[in-house]
């Protein structure tokens, strides 16, 4: 039994030297591989970097290079050769008779400037690179928020909507952007509201925009809510336009304005900050009507309402 396992263990070892061996084997071959002088053929992809701001690119006359060249095996394993692409910087090319171009003497020069330095190109296309922009623009649109706000009974939205900013810049080639009027959002339901809000919303692009964009990707908005009291003050009307030598009644002669506020700004109004004129400049043939306008009010009141839009009247000489 002990024989047995000796030898078994004798066995082991010896396939882990052979292993080890053959290993060592194909290590050795494989660096000598590399360290030869290899000649290699290869079509490159082609990135086209650093293109400039005020251009968008739309394609070039090349998509792929083909290239021929000498190194060795330890050059091509850590080259460009292995991913198969290459990047062509814009900064360089040229512009002439509305058209813009990399001569092959320039964009060689960047690609030998991208292998080992022992590696040659020995052949490479030498084809001109001539390239397919469209102008880029920048215009500033107003913001359209797609909101649906609910107050609940008796509350009110002081003011007007919030929205910041309320306008973005778009940014993309000419005839994209030409007819973008406006910047949407995406939709909102706001139902039965009691307090003041802020919301962020994603602006929404429309569907015809596939390659320009907005500065900025979403939008606030905000509004203050309050519940509100109401009162009604009697307001004199006036009279405008009344011929020398004529005496004038409006029936009647005081018009109810109703005003929706908090009950601390209610509270510091009074009848005299309202003026409700009659213009007989502006009364129709026949009619026995005066038209009313409401010419002046308190500043930031959010709801003001005559109780009537016109009032009889009559004429007398004196």
Request: aromatic share 10%; charged share 25%; glycine share 2%.
């Amino acid at each position: 039994m002990a024989a047995k396992q000796v030898l078994k263990g004798a066995v082991k070892r010896k396939v882990k030297v052979f292993v080890i061996l053959l290993f060592c084997s194909f290590l050795a071959w494989l660096v000598s591989k590399l360290s030869d002088t290899h000649t290699d053929r290869t079509t490159f992809d082609l990135v086209y970097t650093n293109i400039p701001d005020s251009l968008f690119f739309l394609g070039a006359s090349k998509d792929n290079l083909t290239i021929t060249a000498r190194g060795s095996g330890w050059q091509f394993l850590g080259s460009r050769f292995a991913t198969r692409k290459l990047s062509i910087d814009l900064n360089e090319m040229s512009y002439r008779g509305n058209k813009f171009f990399l001569a092959e003497p320039v964009y060689r020069k960047q690609i030998e400037s991208k292998l080992p330095d022992a590696m040659t190109i020995l052949q490479m296309d030498q084809d001109t690179i001539f390239f397919d922009f469209t102008r880029m623009i920048s215009k500033k649109v107003p913001v359209r928020v797609d909101a649906t706000i609910d107050l609940a009974q008796n509350y009110l939205m002081y003011g007007d909507l919030e929205i910041s900013p309320d306008s973005v810049v778009l940014r993309g080639p000419l005839q994209e952007i030409d007819t973008i009027k406006e910047a949407h959002t995406e939709a909102v339901i706001l139902s039965d509201i009691t307090d003041s809000f802020k919301r962020t919303l994603q602006l929404l692009k429309p569907s015809d925009l596939v390659h320009a964009v907005y500065e900025q990707q979403s939008v606030t908005f905000s509004a203050t809510v309050f519940r509100f009291s109401e009162k009604i003050f009697q307001v004199p009307v006036e009279v405008a336009n009344l011929p020398q030598g004529t005496q004038i009644r409006t029936f009647p002669n005081t018009v109810e304005v109703l005003c929706k506020a908090s009950i601390e700004r209610l509270k510091e109004i009074v009848p005299t900050d309202f003026r409700i004129i009659a213009d007989l400049a502006d009364i129709k043939e026949d009619s026995p009507f005066l038209p009313l306008y409401l010419i002046q009010q308190p500043d930031s009141l959010p709801s003001v309402q005559m109780r009537q839009s016109q009032v009889e009247f009559i004429l007398k000489r004196e």
